[in-house]
């Protein structure tokens, strides 16, 4: 006999859906007063459902980057500013063959080639210092069993609100395959450049 629905909604974005009262006897009148408590009443309920949304959508995007951080086909790691490891996926332990705990307890210098750290550090300096934002570079890990392992290895600083280094972001391709295909073709020229200065060539 009597209807008086009121709006969910959050913050002027649109209804998520209404919040409904019915007189089923007879005809009701909603005075102003109560219609004012009754708004607070829905408000309530949208506030509770936005709130809900909120936490599930957070649910499921930190479920996608684990999933993406995870599954990755390359080596993907959160490095801090001191180089220490903090977060690694098992293709990056796949990759330099150390165990996720043993890499949470060193840092990248621990396992960079000696020849090569110094060029790494040097970039680090300068993503730090604001000059970059962005590196990418060749280099070798040294494995755990004592073998080298040639990455490409890209990396990116976050940064606080307040601009703030807060940890670096490294992904890491195991580039070996390729650098010893580049390194049988350097050779391979050499012999052809020596053989022919032998035939007077």
Not at 11 to 40: C, I, K, T, Y
Not at 69 to 96: K, M
Not at 158 to 175: L, Q
Request: charge should be negative; hydrophobic fraction near 40%.
């Amino acid at each position: 006999r009597s209807n008086l629905t009121l709006p969910l909604s959050v913050g002027g974005e649109p209804p998520v859906g209404a919040l409904a009262f019915n007189a089923m006897q007879a005809e009701h009148a909603w005075p102003d007063a109560l219609v004012q408590r009754l708004s607070l009443v829905a408000q309530i309920f949208a506030n509770a459902l936005a709130r809900r949304r909120a936490e599930q959508a957070l649910r499921e995007s930190e479920e996608l980057n684990r999933a993406t951080f995870e599954q990755a086909a390359v080596g993907i790691a959160q490095v801090g500013v001191d180089g220490r490891w903090l977060r690694v996926n098992d293709r990056l332990c796949s990759i330099v063959g150390y165990s996720r705990d043993e890499l949470l307890r060193s840092t990248f210098q621990d396992i960079t080639h000696p020849d090569d750290l110094e060029a790494d550090l040097e970039q680090v300096r300068r993503l730090l210092g604001g000059e970059i934002r962005t590196y990418s570079i060749e280099k070798r890990y040294i494995r755990r069993d004592g073998s080298a392992v040639w990455i490409n290895l890209t990396v990116s600083l976050v940064r606080s609100a307040e601009g703030v280094p807060r940890h670096f972001i490294s992904i890491v391709e195991d580039i070996t395959e390729r650098r010893r295909a580049e390194e049988a073709h350097r050779a391979s020229e050499a012999r052809l450049a020596s053989g022919a200065d032998l035939a007077g060539l």
